[in-house]
Structure formats: C-alpha cells, structure tokens
C-alpha cells in the first residue's frame, strides 16, 4: 500500500501487564498496595456531577495546583500538571530536547525514554552503569541536547546521591536537566530545593506510586516559572483539556491528607525492608533499594523460570528479556500479606537457604 511509504512507523513501548482476573498478586507495575487518602473517596460522593457538562478547569488554576504549591513551598508558576509523569516527560522531550544534538541517558533505566525520542526523532546516546548499578556522573559531562535520569533510577532502585545530581545539572547549565522522581518518597532526597538554583533543572513527579492514585492518572514537574511556561505552551498546542475533571478534584483531596501519605511511604518502606531480608534467605541478591520495588536476581535459579512458576500461581513481577538485566525480576512491594504469600510460593520454586 502506498500510503504506507509515509507512515510514523514506532515501536511503542511495552507496559506491565494488567490481568484483570480477580485473586491475583499484583507486584509487576510498582502501584501502591494501599487505597488513596480516606478524603478521597468522600470526595467522589461529593462530585458535582453537573460539572461534567463543562470542559475541565486549566489544571494549573485548579485548587490541585494550589495544594501543590503549598505541599512543596513552591509557586503555582512552578508547577505544570499533567496526565500521569508519562505524559509530563513526553511534552517535556517535545520541548526541551530540541537541539539536535543526543540527549543522555543510562543504559538501564525507565524503557519509555528511548521510545518518546524515536517517536519525536530526537536523538540519544545512552551512557553505561556502572557494574553495581550506579549512574556515573562523569558520563554525562561529554556535550549534549539534555539529560534525564530517574532517581532513584528504574528498573533497578538504586538512588544517586543529591551531591551527584546536583553534579550533573550544574555540568549542563546549556540544556535541560530532567529528574525524574517517580519513586523519590521511599526514602531518597529530592532534587526539588535545586530548583531555585538551577534554571536548567526540572523536578518530575507522579500520584501512580506513593499517592496511590496510579488510575486518576496525575503527574507534575516543577522547575522555574519559564520552563513551566513553556511547557505550557507546547502542551496547550497539542491538547488544550488533559485532566479530567474528577480527577482534577480527587488529586487535590490525596495532597490534603500529608499524614497518610508519609504513613503509606512508611509502611512501604518497612515492607520492602523486611522483604530485603526475606529475599536474601532465598537466594537473591539485589542493589540497595530505594523505591517501592526491589530488582532482585537469584543465584541458582534464571529470573525467567521463577517469573513464569510465579505466575502460574497467579503472582505478577516483571522480568525483561533484556541484555544485562534478563537475570532479574522487578518485584514490587505489596502489603505484607501480600509478599508472604510471595515468600510462600518462593519457598516452593527455590527453596529455602539456611
Ligand atoms: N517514570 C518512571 C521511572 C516510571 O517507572 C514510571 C511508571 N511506569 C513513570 C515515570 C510513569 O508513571 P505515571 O505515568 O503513572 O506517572
């Protein structure tokens, strides 16, 4: 077909499953284990449901944006909000990675970035971990369209020191910076007080994880009042009403509830230590976790056997057919009820070590 001479011919991304079978256990998409902000829930009853008739409300007008600000002590002209951090990184590389020249990023890390710049043909060069998993600083000092990294980075959890960040961003004041924080409220520091230093920096965040709100779909950046200006204006040139209005009124109720947010964070936390030492019994090994997953391989046992034995007892981790990390799996952290079950069917496919 001649048609298909002139086709945007991509290679999208793979997203974690989502098996919609009831009983499963699901650690394969690092979604919190426990429910919103109990706020939430009396927030959708009192919906105005009339409202729906109309075009949601400019995010950055909204009281999400207020709360926001306030959370973080920054401005509303700080912040831009968008559908899920996915869709705040994709304007964020149709706006900031423009130069022509390869933007950087680590050879292991959050799959989406090499599929966002091939779908907007902006080019790249990734730069290696180290052997223990760790972003090398000095990689990324080699001239470039602009940086991104997660912290702490995924798959692996393993968190860069803010020294090092900062390291990073203050080697590239010419292009943008971005650092993507979707797992920083387990335990890492964020990048977020540099904002008032460096204008090249831009700070991403999500509700997916530790807001446990990954089906509201809310990501933000924050940075200095330009950068939000234009990504602004690339967004309101692509789609001018992305958050709906639920959502909208149901994420500024979980940024209301500061106390159960630092206590989901908490118990997250607490699990995935436990679950550290519960691994280790069995045979894996993994880096230091930072995040609410552990990226763990076992030392008998290939990631791939033990990533099908778990699914035919209906629990979901994630493991990547993929060179350097095809001997691990991503387990997310459940609740704990959760991850025994876990160590049980373990126990089963490895045995335990003593
Ligand atoms: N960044 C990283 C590193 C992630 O792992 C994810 C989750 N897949 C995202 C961004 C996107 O999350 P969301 O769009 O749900 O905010």
Not at 70 to 80: C, L, R, V
Not at 175 to 180: E, K, R, T
Not at 294 to 302: G, L, N, P, Q, R
Request: proline content about 6%; glycine content about 6%; hydrophobic content about 40%.
């Amino acid at each position: 077909m001649k048609w298909e001479e002139h086709v945007h011919r991509v290679v999208p991304y793979t997203p974690g499953e989502q098996p919609q079978k009831a009983g499963i256990i699901k650690l394969n998409t690092n979604e919190c284990p426990y429910a919103p902000a109990p706020g939430v829930e009396q927030a959708i009853a009192g919906l105005d449901v009339e409202k729906f008739r109309l075009y949601p409300p400019f995010p950055e007008k909204t009281a999400l944006a207020e709360e926001l600000a306030a959370y973080y002590h920054i401005g509303t002209d700080q912040i831009f909000i968008g559908v899920g951090s996915d869709d705040v990184l994709s304007l964020a590389f149709m706006t900031f990675f423009q130069s022509g020249r390869p933007i950087l990023f680590p050879d292991i890390t959050y799959s989406f970035y090499d599929v966002w710049a091939d779908v907007y043909r902006i080019p790249y060069e990734k730069r290696a971990l180290d052997a223990d998993f760790r972003i090398c600083p000095a990689d990324y000092k080699t001239p470039n369209g602009g940086v991104i990294f997660p912290n702490p980075n995924a798959p692996t959890g393993v968190l860069m020191p803010l020294e090092k960040v900062e390291e990073i961003v203050a080697a590239n004041r010419d292009v943008v910076v971005i650092v993507d924080e979707a797992y920083i409220d387990f335990g890492g520091t964020s990048a977020l007080p540099l904002i008032d230093k460096y204008d090249n920096l831009l700070v991403v965040q999500t509700f997916s994880k530790s807001r446990a709100m990954a089906g509201m779909r809310i990501g933000y950046a924050m940075g200095q009042p330009a950068l939000i200006r234009y990504l602004n204006d690339v967004k309101y040139s692509v789609n001018s009403y992305t958050l709906n209005t639920a959502a909208l009124a149901l994420g500024a109720e979980a940024v209301r509830d500061g106390a159960y947010f630092a206590s989901c964070c908490q118990k997250i936390i607490k699990t995935r230590e436990r679950a550290e030492e519960e691994l280790a019994k069995r045979g894996f090994v993994f880096p230091k976790s930072w995040a609410n997953f552990i990226f763990a391989s076992h030392k008998t046992i290939s990631a791939r056997e033990i990533f099908e034995r778990l699914k035919e007892n209906d629990i979901y981790v994630r493991w990547w057919d993929q060179e350097r990390i095809r001997g691990y799996l991503r387990i997310t952290i459940g609740t704990d009820e959760q991850m025994e079950a876990l160590y049980r069917a373990l126990d089963r496919i490895c045995g335990q070590e003593t």
